[in-house]
């Protein structure tokens, strides 16, 4: 048959055609698969899923166990999500209260206020119905951004206990979540009510389920999806009752921790005594099993008296209550954030109780913890420790002359002046049971004087450490020797820092050194620009680790020495710029208060380094502005304020902090 030219290039168009819409449909497809960052779809790389979710489809992400969370920032002024069909969720954004939204379905308006223009932070968190996130729904031109989240992971693995039952909350109100939130971890709970450890009767055993997707349903997890920094296993409260004997949970225990740690080589298990006392010799057993195997990142938590019968908890089967599981956080973050900065030995002997590589001491501040461990050194101004110990006496092993304040059971502090060797802390013995310390090295200007280095405790024979009630947020204050309490009574214990700190309860440090500027200068004036990301304020190396603690609030007060050393307007201004982003990036979730200095000085330099960050996207940021603070009565000096001084100052900065973190 003869074939027109004309006919030819028609069907020569139509197969061009053909295969330029295959084309097309097929870039459509990637197009889906792969969505652009910054659109708020469920497969949006700025959006991060913490928790076992279900995120396979591209077009709906499904949270298994409990409390798991999206978390993500956005631009513009308000933000929507997608739910499939009806479910609660809370919803936080900028780190605000998580706001219930009860029964709702569709498109949800999680801001009805709109906020301020800027970037902001958003996590939204199911609690129950169908718990399918669909995406965001984002002003026009606005894009979500990637978030600050922090790099640990806390997995908690346990039963109605772990997942928060009978509470308010649930999982938001059980201890897991508190331990996560005031560790500053990525924190997730694999558990659910009425699991076992071991299967055994109509009760599912964790020892096989924990390793699936979700609490049902035997799909094997990703391991490779995240990496857990620790391990929290709170289990055996519910075997007693489907017949599991002694034998049989010690040898499932043993091979549960072997087989979590064949997922994750690097994380700390901690094995929790049930606060029912269930099957304490067996989890101790497991423990040592697996420490006598080589695995020295295991340790057994002994949570004796922290709950108080009847007070702390909602019934009678040993479900707390809110106030219970806050307890809970307060003695258990502290054992986990020990174990996982470096202060806790890493090798498979648990160093003994009250010397350094005890988890039980909680160190605050900056100290280097790396280099012995027989000895533990402190830098920068305000640092201190805090351990709870039995017994009636304890005493103080110093290496060399050193000047130190001590404090016990919140009785009055103590001025130790030169001392070295064994110091003794309580000349007349203490009534028995458990007491508490806190020691702070003497510093002036900011320097230590003296040997401040920490070589342990001595206690009563048989007596042991025992980690104490500890608050939940920490401030840093970045400063000079205003800042470190220079010409005050006490020096660190009586600046404006470490009265703030006390009075809202919280822990508190002064990143701060006498005589420092912001700007490194050419004649020898530190330069807290450069030094605030160092361990060590007067070395170039090593570098401070920031996820040793995470701050809620940083107080900078700095340029009071830098009009002395010749620095410019314009140096001071680019200074504190690049300051603020670097604590930001040590900390994304503080809120920074730039305090203009008591002497006024670059007052429109940090004005406007703050407004330019604010306008950049940082929403958690203040100026405060400092005029009449302080009166002529208030200094030692034209500089220093003294003890009434420092009082007036933390009178003022006290409630602007609290009412930012709410502390």
Not at 211 to 224: E, H, I, K, Y
Request: hydrophobic share 40%; proline share 5%; aromatic share 8%.
């Amino acid at each position: 048959m003869h074939t027109s030219p004309h006919r030819s290039a028609r069907a020569l168009a139509a197969a061009l055609t053909a295969v330029l819409v295959a084309c097309l449909l097929s870039l459509t497809v990637v197009g889906r698969a792969h969505a652009a960052p910054g659109d708020g779809s469920v497969s949006d790389p700025n959006i991060a899923y913490v928790g076992r979710w279900d995120t396979a489809s591209g077009t709906t992400a499904v949270a298994n166990w409990t409390g798991a969370y999206v978390q993500t920032s956005f631009t513009g002024t308000t933000v929507k999500v997608r739910a499939r069909d009806a479910v609660n969720l809370y919803a936080s954004v900028d780190g605000g209260p998580d706001v219930f939204h009860a029964g709702v379905r569709g498109t949800v308006n999680l801001t009805p206020q709109p906020l301020p223009p800027g970037t902001h932070t958003l996590r939204i968190t199911y609690r129950s119905g169908d718990t399918v996130f669909q995406g965001l729904v984002l002003d026009p031109g606005a894009r979500t951004v990637a978030p600050n989240a922090p790099t640990g992971l806390i997995e908690f693995v346990g039963d109605s206990i772990t997942a928060g039952a009978l509470t308010d909350r649930l999982a938001l109100d059980s201890y897991a979540w508190k331990t996560g939130e005031r560790l500053g971890m990525r924190h997730t709970q694999v558990a659910r009510a009425g699991y076992c450890l071991v299967g055994r009767s109509g009760c599912t055993g964790l020892s096989t389920q924990f390793f699936r997707t979700a609490s049902t349903g035997g799909a094997d997890w990703d391991f490779s999806r995240y990496r857990a920094s620790a391990v929290v296993i709170n289990l055996g409260t519910n075997d007693i009752g489907h017949g599991v004997s002694g034998a049989a949970f010690q040898s499932a225990y043993t091979a549960f921790l072997r087989d979590i740690r064949a997922k994750y080589p690097n994380a700390v298990l901690f094995a929790v005594q049930t606060l029912k006392k269930r099957y304490v010799p067996e989890t101790r057993a497991a423990v040592t099993a697996r420490v006598n195997a080589g695995d020295g990142r295991v340790r057994y938590v002994d949570t004796t008296g922290w709950l108080s019968d009847g007070a702390d908890y909602e019934d009678g089967n040993g479900h707390p209550n809110e106030a219970g599981h806050t307890k809970f956080a307060n003695r258990l973050a502290p054992v986990i954030g020990s174990a996982l900065s470096g202060t806790a030995v890493p090798s498979a002997k648990a160093a003994a109780p009250g010397q350094p590589g005890d988890p039980n001491i909680k160190f605050v501040g900056r100290w280097d913890t790396t280099g012995s461990a027989t000895a533990y050194t402190p830098y920068w101004a305000g640092a201190y420790y805090r351990v709870g110990f039995t017994g009636r006496t304890v005493q103080l092993k110093q290496r060399g002359t050193i000047d130190f304040w001590a404090r016990i059971d919140d009785g009055p502090v103590k001025f130790y002046d030169d001392v070295k060797g064994t110091v003794n802390l309580t000349p007349a013995p203490l009534s028995s049971g458990r007491h508490t310390l806190q020691v702070n090295y003497q510093v002036v200007a900011g320097s230590y004087r003296g040997d401040a280095v920490f070589q342990g405790l001595v206690l009563d024979s048989g007596a042991t450490t025992f980690a104490p009630p500890a608050p939940g947020k920490l401030i840093e204050f970045v400063g000079d020797s205003i800042t470190v309490g220079t010409t005050t009574s006490q020096n660190a214990r009586t600046a404006y820092g470490w009265l703030i700190g006390e009075r809202l309860g919280t822990e508190h440090t002064q990143i701060a050194q006498g005589g420092a500027c912001l700007v490194a200068t050419a004649d020898g004036c530190v330069g807290l620009e450069r030094q605030f990301g160092k361990l060590n304020p007067n070395a170039a190396t090593p570098d401070w680790n920031p996820s040793r603690y995470r701050a809620d609030a940083v107080v900078i007060n700095l340029g009071t020495n830098d009009v002395g050393h010749g620095v410019s307007s314009t140096e001071f201004q680019s200074a504190y710029a690049s300051l603020l982003r670097k604590v930001r990036a040590a900390y994304p979730q503080a809120w920074i208060f730039a305090l203009e200095t008591f002497r006024g000085r670059y007052v429109p330099q940090t004005e406007a380094a703050v407004r330019a960050a604010v306008a950049g996207g940082d929403a958690r940021l203040s100026f405060v502005d400092t005029t009449g603070w302080l009166g002529s009565g208030d200094l030692t000096d034209s500089v220093h304020p003294n003890d009434r001084g420092h009082r007036a100052i933390a009178d003022r900065l006290a409630p602007i902090i609290a009412a930012r973190i709410g502390a």
